[in-house]
């Protein structure tokens, strides 16, 4: 039995013979009355602040969902930015090393051209050097020869004045 202020305030008891005493039971209906209805007000104010709670828990819930799937979404963007960041390093790497290979195969030729030039050069200066080895040769050869035969020409004039020079006494 659900008892609010209003019937606990109308309510009538039955007279009876050396009952309470109706003023004493008045007041007490008054103050359970009273109590009642700050009790039922309490009741209304607090299903009203758990209507509140449950609506900001519902709010709470829904963030912590949206938060938890906005978390899982960065988690994957990360990821994705992490594979997306490596393979673009990758992509780089490679890049680089190619130029690296081009460039070092670049400079292998021209080494091995200017290894090239270097042996036709110095094959070049023994061919000079042997040319003028030979044309020197061939000078102090001529000069030898020549010395010769001044010497020759020398001992034919002296053989020729000692002839002379004998010959003039003789006659």
Known sequence: ??????????????????????????????????????????????????????????????????????????????????????????AVLDAAQGRAEHVTNQANLRLARVLDEISDAR?????????VRSVIESHLKLLEMSRMEDARMEQAAADLARRAAGSEPDE
Do not use: C
């Open 123 to 131: 094959k070049l200066k023994a061919q000079f050097e042997f040319k």
């Open 1 to 90: 039995m659900s008892v609010n202020r209003i019937d606990l305030l109308n309510h009538t008891f039955s007279r009876a013979f050396r009952g309470y005493d109706p003023d004493e039971v008045e007041n007490v209906l008054h103050d359970a009355a009273d109590a009642i209805a700050r009790l039922n007000d309490e009741r209304v104010r607090l299903m009203n602040r758990i209507a509140q709670l449950e609506e900001r828990l519902a709010e709470f819930s829904r963030r912590e969902t949206e938060l938890r799937d906005t978390l899982v979404a960065m988690q994957r963007m990360v990821e994705d930015a992490k594979i997306t960041a490596q393979k673009e390093a990758q």
